[in-house]
């Protein structure tokens, strides 16, 4: 990413960032609109080994002292119950420990800004285009959303995060596309997310929606785009409840599913 | 004069979420629990998605109480302390991520610990330990004898084959319609009983040290099975004496055999079992007849907390022994490897 290091790091909007929610751990630090430096560890699928590290890691290389850091940054999910908890326990507990705001966004919106920002410097990406972040929830269904981009800098969710099957999701954005107005459609729909589970999907994705595009970038989460999400919600006085800051697990546990399934039977 | 120290203690490994701060390895400041049983007993039992997602929640309020019912400031704190193992491992990995970014935030030093080795250390915090000492652990998910040869060394002597006494005692709980969790009204009924259904005792091999309870358990089943068939009423209270009963002859039989044959100077009853009246009051009898010294700490002690993860983890702050930040939660992990190294 597009990180300077020369400036000085006071008096700024500096953040430190993080997300565990899929794959990768993501760290980094952000400040006033740029990633300072980042890091992407895929090595260990238990992200609660590593995180902690990682972040202390990252400040030691980029000579960031506790003193400099404006608020904490982390993605809040949805993704793996265990992975997004992990990042925001850390988020919560440094935050508290430091007395620093904390500001949480949503590791799709992450996921999906990250890979426009990265998109926008090749020649081949499309003026306007709407980026669909998927992340498997087994079961043939993803967590997943929409946003609307263009390159005059314009980022703007259409849809919020959920979980949904890919099939049916996949049907509804052609049609989505098909009759949005003129102003509204987009040059192309990407699909972005991990690698290994785009893998055998593209064939289910890859029919557009008439002269629309539908294309799968594999795109692994930054904690740089959590960062600079996070930032602009920060200049605007945004801030979570630390003690209340809980994950986005966008649905209910079995067990309370269950539950509800049985009170209803019983209530019939 | 040395400075006095404080040990920070994070215990999330089944479903209270809770923090302590102890100063000097043994005066408790705070000992906060919150306990999440209200939420699990409309589901009849801890259900782990459950208890991670309310660990989370609650992590840094109980924090902060912690902190603040202690007196002192953040700045004071000489080392984190937390349950690495064994547990759930949803449940503990929020209580380890929670201590490494406190250690990392505070710049202090990190302490993994045993959950039962702070069962057993509770009772450092009512009283001193002399050695060899040996100690009954029973709780929902353990039951132990563990050989304390040493301070901080364990060896375990006999551990249960199938299910925990405190296992047992809510299987059976749910079996006669009795609410979760299920121990403390067997206890209750098994006083009150005014007859007892003769339940058998596990007693495996002649000089082993190990329980078993799942025969015991479907002896009950059975019984219950037996009196539906014949449409006759459910005995309850004669049951739960009878189940009880069994329990405590076996556990307390060889916990007094093991204790003579090491020739043990102390006998420590911990876990939240440990709060059976009908256990505690049997074990207190047989340890006066046998003039051997039973040490057991409250009730607030003995059923998950972390105080006494800080009592334990302080077994390892005296000898400098601290765990990196890339400390892993265990739900393995082992009470005799986690023993003090010198
Ligand atoms: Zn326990």
Redesign the pocket.
Known sequence: MNGTNSGKMEGGCTALALDTSSAVLATAITRNGSVWDSSQSFTERNHSVRVVSDLRELMARAGLRREQIDFIAVGRGPGSYTGVRIAVTAAKTLAWAWQKPLVGVSSLEAMAFGAWHQWTGRPDTERSAWIVPVMDARRGQVYTSLFAANRDGKWARAEADGIRPLAAWCDSLRELAANADDSERPQAVYFVGESSFLEGKREAIAAGAGTIPFRTEAFAIEAGAVGLLAERKFRRGERDDIHGFVPNYTQLTEAEVNLMKARTEIAK | MTRPYHLLAIET??DETSVAVVRNGGEVLSNVVSSQIDTHRRFGGVVPEIASRKHVESVTVILEEAVAKAGVSLGDIDAVAVTQGPGLVGALLVGVVAAKSLSLALDVPLIGTH??A??IYANRLVGEIEYPALALVV????TELVLLASEGRFQIIGRTRDDAVGEAYDKVARALSLPYPGGPHIDRLAQEAREEIELPRAWLEPDCYDFSFSGLKSAVLAEINRANMKGEPIRAAALARGFQESVIDVVTAKAMKAAAEYGVRQLLLC??VAANRGLRERLSALCAEAALPLLVPPLSLC??NAAMIAAAADLKWRRGEFGTLDLKAEPQLSLEDWSVSH
């Open positions: 490994s089944c959950h039962i702070g069962h709780s929902g998910g353990h876990g939240g059923t998950d």
